[in-house]
C-alpha cells in the first residue's frame, strides 16, 4: 500500500510539470507572434496601415479671421425743411440715386407770394433810397443859397443897410437848411438799412422756396418712403425716407487687444488688405483696405473695433449683414508646413509621427505656429522632405512598421526635399 502510493506521487507531479510547461509555450509563442498589445513592432508582425504626406516648404500668409458686420460709408435721413402739401415723388423705393437727383417736391405757392411781396418791399424801399436822395441834393442847393444870403445880411447889417431882425432871420434859416441836410442824410442812411432788410427777406424766401424741392445730397440707395405724395408734411419733424451710401462702403469687426501690436507695427509699412465675404457665400469675396484703429480697447470684451473700406462696385456687401473677415498681416516666407491631422497632442505636448527609411515610424516632438486653411506651420521639429503620418496613428507606438495606404502629393519617404513653393 505504502509503495504504491510512493510510486503515483512522481506520476501527478510530471503531469503538473507538463501541463505548466505547455502553457508557457502558448504564451511565448503569442508574444513573439504579436508583440505587446499587437501593435505591430518592428520584427514583431505585420505593418500598420496609413496615410501619409510630404512636409512641404512654401510661403504662408499671417491673417487674422474673424466675424464681421457691414456699415453703410454714410446714412443719410432725409427731412422736410418747409411744411407743405407733399405733391411729387420722384423715385421708386430702393432706387440708386446719384447727388442732386430730385426726391420729392413740396407745394411752393405759398411761399412764391411772400417772394413776391418781399421782391416788392424791396421796389419801394429803393425808390424810397432815391427820394431821399433827391431830398438831400435839393436841401444841399438850398442850404448853400441860405448860407450866402445870410452872409451878405450879416455884411448890410454891419453897414446899417438892414436891421438886426433882418440879419438874424437869414441866419436861422440858413441854420435850419443845415439841419435838414442831417434829417435828409439819416434818411437815406434809413433807406439803405431798409434795402439790406428787404434784400435779405427776398433771400431768405428764396432760400426756403428752393426747399420746396428736395435733391440727394449724396450717391447711395433709397430706403422705404415714410410719407407718401399728397400728405402735408411738417418742417424739421419727419423722415421722409434714409439714404445709405454703398459705394465704398465699410466692414466693422473687432480683434482680440494682443493683436493691436502686431496690426500697428504692420500698418506702419504699409496698407493693410482686408478680405470679406458673406457667411452664405464664402466664394464670393470682396477686397478692401485697413483704414480705421479705434481709439481705444473696450474694456469688457478685450477687443477693438476695426474699419476696412471696401470699393464694393458691384454691391455684393450689403450694410448689416454678417461677412467673414480676414486681415492679412504679413507673409511668411519659406515656412514648414504640414496638414493639420498629422499633429497629435499627448501628455508631454504636440507630435507627429515620422516615417523614416526603414518604414518604421518615430515619434517627434514640434512646435506648432499658425494654422493656414488646412495645413500648419511646424515652428520647429521637422525639416521639409520628412515623411509623417496623417491617419492610423492610434494603431502606432515608436518603431512600428508601416505600410502606406494612400499619400498626399506622392512622397519620397526617405528620399531628397522637395523644392520649396511659394504661395
Not at 510661403?59 to 425743411?81: F, H, L, M, R, W
Request: charged share 20%.
Amino acid at each position: 500500500m505504502n509503495l504504491t502510493k510512493a510510486l503515483k506521487l512522481p506520476a501527478v507531479t510530471l503531469t503538473v510539470a507538463a501541463v505548466c510547461l505547455a502553457m508557457s509555450g502558448c504564451n511565448n509563442s503569442s508574444v513573439k507572434a504579436g508583440g505587446p498589445g499587437g501593435r505591430g513592432r518592428a520584427g514583431e508582425g505585420g505593418p500598420v496601415p496609413v496615410v501619409v504626406a510630404m512636409v512641404s516648404q512654401r510661403d504662408v500668409p499671417i491673417n487674422v479671421d474673424v466675424i464681421g458686420n457691414v456699415e453703410a460709408y454714410s446714412t443719410i435721413s432725409v427731412k422736410a425743411q418747409v411744411g407743405g402739401e407733399l405733391t411729387k415723388v420722384s423715385f421708386h423705393e430702393g432706387d440708386s440715386v446719384k447727388k442732386g437727383d430730385l426726391l420729392f417736391t413740396i407745394d411752393g405757392r405759398p411761399l412764391e407770394a411772400q417772394l413776391s411781396q418781399a421782391q416788392a418791399n424791396l421796389a419801394r424801399d429803393t425808390a424810397a433810397l432815391s427820394q431821399a436822395q433827391a431830398n438831400l441834393a435839393r436841401d444841399i442847393a438850398n442850404e448853400k443859397y441860405s448860407q450866402d444870403q445870410a452872409s451878405r445880411y450879416r455884411g448890410l447889417f454891419d453897414q446899417g443897410v438892414v436891421s438886426r431882425e433882418q440879419a438874424d432871420q437869414m441866419r436861422s434859416s440858413a441854420d435850419a437848411l443845415s439841419q435838414t441836410l442831417l434829417a435828409d442824410k439819416a434818411a437815406i442812411e434809413s433807406a439803405r438799412a431798409q434795402i439790406v432788410a428787404d434784400k435779405a427777406a427776398v433771400e431768405n424766401v428764396e432760400v426756403q422756396l428752393s426747399y420746396t424741392t428736395i435733391e440727394s445730397p449724396i450717391n447711395g440707395r433709397t430706403g422705404s418712403i415714410a410719407v407718401k405724395q399728397g400728405n402735408v408734411v411738417a418742417a424739421n419733424t419727419t423722415d421722409l425716407m434714409t439714404i445709405t451710401e454703398v459705394q465704398p462702403i465699410y466692414v466693422t469687426f473687432s480683434v482680440p487687444e494682443a493683436q493691436l501690436g502686431d496690426i500697428k507695427r504692420y500698418m506702419g509699412q504699409g496698407q493693410l488688405p482686408v478680405h470679406a465675404a458673406p457667411q452664405a457665400d464664402a466664394g464670393t469675396q470682396e477686397t478692401g483696405v485697413l483704414t480705421f484703429i479705434d481709439n481705444s480697447v473696450d474694456a469688457t470684451t478685450g477687443t477693438i473695433k476695426l474699419k476696412g473700406t471696401f470699393p464694393n462696385a458691384d454691391n455684393k456687401l450689403w450694410p448689416g449683414e454678417f461677412v467673414r473677415v480676414t486681415l492679412g498681416l504679413t507673409t511668411r516666407p519659406h515656412a514648414t508646413v504640414v496638414p493639420n491631422q498629422a499633429v497629435q497632442t499627448g501628455q508631454d505636448g504636440q507630435f507627429v509621427y515620422v516615417v523614416k527609411k526603414d518604414r518604421t515610424v518615430e515619434m517627434r516632438p514640434v512646435v506648432t505656429g499658425t494654422r493656414v486653411d488646412q495645413e500648419l506651420v511646424i515652428d520647429r521639429g521637422l525639416e521639409p522632405g520628412e515623411t509623417v503620418v496623417t491617419e492610423g496613428q492610434l494603431r502606432l507606438t515608436p518603431g512600428s512598421h508601416v505600410q502606406v495606404q494612400d499619400s498626399r502629393e506622392a512622397p519620397n519617404i526617405g528620399g531628397a526635399a522637395p523644392p520649396a513653393k511659394t504661395s
